[in-house]
């Protein structure tokens, strides 16, 4: 019987573990009321990446609301699982979805934002035979499909640029698909594993390929999509259950966050939760410096401070290399498993221009920002308008505030985050790859600057900056990662049975939906 649970890292993986426990995976659940628990940290604070600032706007009263890490989330697929969470936590009406004035897609085209038209039916014309997609979409049908791929060899696996070079060529995958890996992963396509990132898209390949496999399919197709959808869905809410908040939606975009203090206003709630659990403890500043098997199947951590703790179950939910050096001395395996697992750093610039209406005119019509394909020749990979996503971040005078506002678009201020560097990979196709982790902020600060003003023609200086590096912060799943998993939890299942279980980021997914669905998926495996 389950009594005390450990728990690695207090981000958004660790604080949901800690309340799918206490509260169950759903309404329904059974509590676990009696479980005691601890929740350690190497860092001072909670929240993980997800960190948000406050700035103060023209007066004591106006807030500018700034996100160091995450930005925004998704309402769809495992974002239902998320919003089902953040209603239990009775925060639902703190939502915002983003204005329609982010809905524009931008690439950096020939150094300046061009938008990927979607809704002018002569602009769409022209921009997809100037970019090849018509030629791109016309063949891919025809296209070979290796053989692996057409028996479904489970264990098939390539990289993103290998798989979408075959099917759409190499021109739409450099254009298009690269600068969509560098805004989700910094990662480097020719590396990425197919499987790990666009698993959807690799899966429709045995059934006709991408364009046959929208379009046209078949009933073994689609029996093969219910089966492979069966599992997750049992844990994701259905749309219809949240239909209170989907109504806030009424620029229908699915993207959201929270208008008071953006989406640390999650992590502010399971905190406070936490502090009034007398059966928990929250261990800040305390690292985990070993882990070993005791003979009853229990494991015992010790921490930097000397303290040794016993648990029944454990869950790590930080990323799997800083996990490793747990396991050193008690498990050499499991230790060079768990090490070879890549990472990504990423550089992250805030940027806000207060009362500037010449930068607010100059961002205005560009959507949420724009994504820089390798091909440019860059130090930054992508470029946020937050306040065009999110105008309440800087309207944030007025605490009557919402979606229903006719004025909510209207602002003075613009706030501009740049994202500079990652995956090493980057370099063998960009020469101006930039190795934030070994680069000054004022470097960084001052290329996100120059940035700006070559490809918008923004010269003034802003009025607050911020820079955070984020070493080694994003999983970056090479190709035979789904392999490298399978045989790490083979590896816990011999050795620890369920004592042992791995959360985060670092297994199925680098988004804060994943973490979050991940967190329940594991609480559900217990069956408590």
């Not at 290399?321 to 550089?347: E, G, R, V």
């Not at 724009?370 to 992508?382: C, D, R, T």
């Not at 996503?389 to 506002?405: L, Q």
Request: proline content about 3%.
């Amino acid at each position: 019987m389950i009594q005390k649970v450990g728990i690695i890292g207090s981000g958004i993986s660790g604080l949901s573990s800690y309340y799918y426990l206490r509260n169950g995976i759903n309404i329904t659940s059974k509590f676990s009321n009696s479980l005691k628990i601890n929740i350690f940290d190497k860092s001072n604070k909670v929240g993980g990446n997800i960190q948000t600032k406050i700035y103060q706007g023209n007066n004591k009263d106006e807030k500018i609301i700034v996100e160091e890490g995450p930005r925004s989330l998704r309402a769809l697929g495992r974002g239902l699982n998320t919003l089902e969470l953040i209603k239990r936590l009775g925060i639902s009406n703190d939502i915002i979805f983003s204005s329609a004035n982010s809905n524009g897609k931008f690439l950096l085209l020939d150094g300046k934002p061009k938008e990927i038209p979607m809704t002018n039916v002569f602009d769409i014309i022209k921009f997809s035979f100037k970019h090849s997609i018509v030629s791109s979409i016309l063949k891919e049908p025809f296209n070979k499909t290796p053989k692996p791929v057409k028996e479904m060899d489970p264990n098939w696996d390539e990289s993103v640029y290998d798989f979408f070079s075959r099917r759409l060529g190499k021109k739409m995958a450099a254009t298009f698909i690269e600068p969509t890996i560098l805004g989700i992963y910094g990662g480097d396509y020719t590396k990425l594993s197919i499987r790990s990132t666009f698993k959807r898209a690799a899966l429709l390949e045995p059934f006709g390929g991408l364009v046959f496999g929208l379009l046209f399919k078949s009933k073994k197709q689609k029996q093969f999509e219910l089966d492979l959808d069966k599992n997750e869905k049992s844990l994701i809410p259905s749309k219809n259950a949240l239909t209170e908040i989907f109504n806030k939606d009424t620029d229908k975009t699915n993207v959201f966050s929270f208008k008071e203090n953006g989406l640390s206003r999650m992590i502010q709630r399971l905190t406070s939760l936490i502090e009034s659990d007398s059966l928990t403890k929250l261990y800040l500043s305390t690292s985990i410096i070993e882990i070993q098997k005791n003979k009853d199947g229990t494991l015992k951590v010790i921490d930097s401070k000397g303290n040794q703790h016993q648990y029944d179950q454990l869950i790590s939910t930080i990323p799997l290399n800083q996990l490793a050096p747990m396991f050193k001395n008690s498990d050499p395996k499991l230790y060079q498993l768990l090490q070879s697992i890549n990472y990504t750093s990423i550089a992250v610039v805030n940027l806000i221009y207060k009362s500037n209406k010449k930068v607010v005119k100059k961002i205005n019509d560009k959507g949420f920002g724009y994504l820089v394909p390798s091909k440019e020749n860059q130090s930054v990979i992508g470029v946020c308008f937050d306040s065009n996503t999110f105008p309440e971040f800087v309207n944030n005078n007025n605490n009557n505030n919402n979606n229903n506002n006719n004025n909510k678009d209207e602002k003075d201020h613009s706030i501009i985050t740049v994202m500079i560097g990652g995956n090493k990979g980057i370099k063998d196709r960009n020469s101006h790859w930039i190795d934030v982790t070994n680069t000054s902020k004022d470097t960084l600060l001052d290329i996100a600057l120059k940035h700006l003003d070559k490809s918008l023609f923004i010269e003034l200086p802003p009025d607050y900056t911020n820079v955070s590096i984020y070493d080694n912060g994003i999983p970056h799943y090479n190709v035979g990662h789904q392999k490298l998993i399978n045989e790490i939890q083979n590896h816990i299942t011999e050795n620890y049975g369920t004592t042992l279980l791995l959360g985060g980021n670092s297994i199925d997914g680098v988004g804060i939906n994943d973490s979050i669905y991940k967190s329940k998926q594991l609480i559900n495996s217990l069956k408590l």
